[in-house]
Nanobody, 123 residues
Framework: VQLQASGGGLVQAGGSLRLSCAASKRTFSNNAVGWFHQAPGKERGFVAGINWRGGDITYADSVKGRFSISRDNAKNLVNLQMNSLKPEDTAIYYC?????????????????WGQGTKVTVSS
């Protein structure tokens, strides 16, 4: 089981990045996928989650209206479009496959995790 997050980088405040999470069909099959972030010295926090069919989407309040999660099940990809980035968005971003089809907002609801991709937003 392996999830691969990519797309991180350095961007100025107000800019955009698109993160992608790739995994095997078995890993994603019928399961919700979530994105989390973790800044240095802070706990891992929920960012966004999406169910298998894409009809149930949830966001952390801090990213509503700026981030958008989507998935392409044919390609086994889940994307996170991040717009209007702020310095406080700086963190390592992880994607994870949930235990169920429900996009939980807590890391305990996720079974498999990717290695993370680093996002740095400069002011």
């Amino acid at each position: 089981v392996q999830l691969q997050a990519s797309g991180g980088g350095l961007v100025q405040a107000g800019g955009s990045l698109r993160l992608s999470c790739a995994a095997s069909k078995r890993t994603f099959s019928n399961n919700a996928v979530g994105w989390f972030h973790q800044a240095p010295g802070k706990e891992r926090g929920f960012v966004a989650g999406i169910n298998w069919r894409g009809g149930d989407i949830t966001y952390a309040d801090s990213v509503k209206g700026r981030f958008s999660i989507s998935r392409d099940n044919a390609k086994n990809l889940v994307n996170l479009q991040m717009n209007s980035l702020k310095p406080e968005d700086t963190a390592i971003y992880y994607c994870a496959s949930a235990y169920s089809s429900v996009p939980a907002r807590n890391s305990a609801g996720y079974r498999y995790w990717g290695q993370g991709t680093k996002v740095t937003v400069s002011s």
